[in-house]
Nanobody, 134 residues
Framework: EVQLVESGGGSVQTGGSLRLSCTGS????????IAWFRQAPGKAREGVSC????????YYTNSVKGRFTISSDDAKNTVYLQMNNLEVEDTAVYYC???????????????????????????WGKGTLVTVSS
């Protein structure tokens, strides 16, 4: 079975930190892009960050630059999202997914489709909840 599993969410006050993990099974990350997304209540899903395993070139949405850091551990087939100086606006369910490149991560409805077309894999996880309170 091919799947991604998110973990590390929780409740924290503003200014706090959390480290999310995205671990894959059934395939290796080294040829693919892994992206983090989030969806707050009543809002559309948005891309947060993305990293491609071939060059480890990271992308971030503007609202998290300087606060969030994406990284990878190839040996553990895991991508992390270190979140510092959390704000109330960061409250959301956080998801990870895989695709061939990071190009479409800003378009959440499209990310993953290239991988699915090539391999048939659907990699969206079930998400992990992050709650930030003031």
């Amino acid at each position: 079975e091919v799947q991604l599993v998110e973990s590390g969410g929780g409740s924290v006050q503003t200014g706090g930190s959390l480290r999310l993990s995205c671990t894959g099974s059934g395939f290796t990350f080294d040829d693919y892009a892994i992206a983090w997304f989030r969806q707050a209540p009543g809002k559309a899903r948005e891309g947060v960050s993305c990293i491609h395993y071939s060059d480890h070139n990271p992308y971030y949405t503007n609202s998290v630059k300087g606060r969030f850091t994406i990284s990878s551990d190839d040996a553990k087939n895991t991508v992390y999202l270190q979140m510092n100086n959390l704000e109330v606006e960061d409250t959301a369910v956080y998801y990870c997914a895989a695709d061939l490149t990071c190009r479409l991560y800003k378009f959440s409805n499209s990310f993953g489709k290239n991988l699915k077309s090539r391999t048939g894999m659907d990699t969206w996880g079930k998400g992990t909840l992050v709650t930030v309170s003031s």
